[in-house]
């Protein structure tokens, strides 16, 4: 059964950081694309990041290119995405992608930027 569990959302300032964490189970990790979505209230759900089964490509929305950096460990099968200089408009929850036979999402961890 697959499982994909998201963590580390928050509230933060503005120009803050926060790290979120994704860990997968029920596939073989190292073979899976693996993608960061979110989805602002009122509002479709939106690509955020990617990274390729190795690692070793990664790809961004032009709204948090420079920003965010998304990473993988094969080993401990987490994906993470750091966040870095937050604005106000990154405010959503965020949800983690394991692309396998299907796509399967996580729950969704909230971040919220706010002074």
């Known amino acids: 059964q697959v499982q994909v569990v998201e963590s580390g959302g928050g509230l933060v300032q503005p120009g803050g950081s926060l790290r979120l964490s994704c860990a997968a189970s029920?596939?073989?990790?190292?073979?899976?694309?693996m993608s960061w979505y979110r989805q602002a209230p009122g509002k479709e759900r939106d690509f955020v990041a990617s990274?390729?089964?190795?690692?070793?490509?990664?790809y961004y929305a032009d709204s948090v290119k420079g920003r965010f950096t998304i990473s993988r460990d094969n080993y401990k099968n987490t994906v993470d995405l750091q966040m870095n200089s937050l604005k106000f408009e990154d405010t959503a929850v965020y949800y983690c992608?394991?692309?396998?036979?299907?796509?399967?999402w996580g729950q969704g961890t909230q971040v919220t930027v706010s002074s």
């Open positions: 992608k394991a692309s396998w036979d299907n796509d399967y």
């Open positions: 029920g596939f073989t990790f190292n073979r899976a694309p």
């Open positions: 990274i390729t089964s190795s690692g070793t490509y990664t």
